[in-house]
């Protein structure tokens, strides 16, 4: 066990040295691209996790920061690391806010090994409240229970045929 955690460890840290490597090997060409979008639908007032997504990255050495008005933002959780294809990674990094209609939210990722920075803005847009929504489709579904009652007593008014002694 402790065999394989020296070879991890040493694995480690020769990742940062990979970049050097000939491009003829498969390396991902360009630089980092961040993208940032909330977890759950977005609804103002109520706690939601902003996810900075960050894509295209060889050697998975970065820094992210995150921003609130141009205001370095404390308090966001670690940053996961995964591999997708071949040399290539992916990170998430997320932030724990509650939306306001004012928010703009930055994202700003620094790979370590060319300083490359790239930076997403979130800003909230489309938001309906869920209280607005729930009163609308009350609403509606009230006026056509009344106005299938009320077409209703017509039909039947209207359609009744006296009874007749012939």
Not at 14 to 28: Q, R
Not at 51 to 56: A, D, E, K, P, T
Not at 147 to 154: A, D, F, H, N, T
């Amino acid at each position: 066990m402790g065999h394989e955690q020296n070879q991890g460890a040493a694995l480690l840290q020769m990742l940062p040295l990979l970049w050097l490597l000939p491009h003829s090997w498969a390396v991902p060409e360009g630089f980092p691209i961040a993208e940032v979008f909330t977890l759950k639908p977005l609804e103002f007032g109520k706690p939601n996790t902003l996810v900075c997504f960050v894509s295209n990255l060889f050697p998975p050495m970065l820094t992210v920061n995150w921003q609130h008005h141009s205001i370095p933002v404390e308090g966001f959780g670690p940053t996961f690391v995964s591999a997708v294809d071949g040399l290539s990674f992916q990170a998430f990094s997320y932030l724990n806010f509650t939306p306001e209609p004012s928010d703009i939210f930055s994202c700003i990722v620094t790979h370590e090994i060319d300083r490359y920075t790239a930076i997403a803005y979130w800003v909230p847009r489309n938001a309906l409240p869920s209280d607005l929504l729930e009163n609308v489709l009350c609403g509606v579904a009230f006026g056509l229970g009344v106005l299938g009652i009320i077409v209703g007593i017509v039909l039947i008014i209207y359609f009744r045929k006296p009874c007749s002694g012939d």
